[in-house]
């Protein structure tokens, strides 16, 4: 994305037309490739559900691993009212909550802090309320900790937000659009500047003086095709 705003931001300083077709090519291959996206995010919604239950709990496996992590999983599951990907018992999964026998940890049978109902009146934060949870029974469980998967949130979620985030990528899509038709239509500008000079001595001449309507993009066209050689205007362009 540098890159692209990069040859953009150039392209049109300079009137460079390569940099500003590169910039509008790239950014229609973009858009196109959003629009088939959200396509296949519609026709293929299950796979993708089944796609996030994999990605989330490879990332509970991997929960003490990495704090960044670790930092995600907590804020997704304080966000979303939710533990696990399903529900707490996918952190079974992770070695130190797992409820075999073998597991020595003081977090056996339990799930992070972040699946905890937080009390409002409490001004501490309890990092112990999650153990030993998983022994209890489920109906035991929902007054302590979120008893729904992160997965089944995260499309409630997505419905009750469905017209800010459709909003949203419209918005995104129409700023593609009008970065297009804005490259595009200074290409076909620098290209019909262009057109009016012909060699002429060691500089080029001006054909029509009707093409002083935008001066300002011939002399800036010129002063990039030829360097600081001063055209040759005609008289009664200048009349």
Known sequence: MSVLGFAGCVGALRENTFLLKFFSVFLGLIFFLELAAGILAFVFKDWIRDQLN????????AYRDDIDLQNLIDFAQEYW????????????????????????SRE??????????????????????G??????????????????GC????????????IVVAGVMVGVA???IFGICLAQNLVSDIKAVKATWVPHGDGYKLLNKQHFEKPWLILTVFESSVGSTAPEFPSEGLA
């Open 131 to 148: 153990y030993d949870i998983r022994l209890k029974l489920e109906l035991e469980q929902q007054g302590s900790i979120y008893t729904k």
């Open 81 to 104: 009212s939710c533990c696990g990907a399903r529900g707490p018992n996918d952190w079974n999964l992770n070695i130190y909550f797992n409820c075999t026998d073998l597991n020595p």
């Open 108 to 129: 056996r049978c339990g799930v992070p802090f972040s699946c905890c109902v937080r009390d409002p009146a409490e001004d501490v934060l309890n990092t112990q309320c």
């Open 151 to 162: 997965v089944g949130q995260f499309e409630k979620w997505l419905q009750d937000n469905l």
């Open 54 to 61: 994999l990605f989330i709990n490879s990332n509970v496996k």
């Open 174 to 176: 129409l700023l593609q």
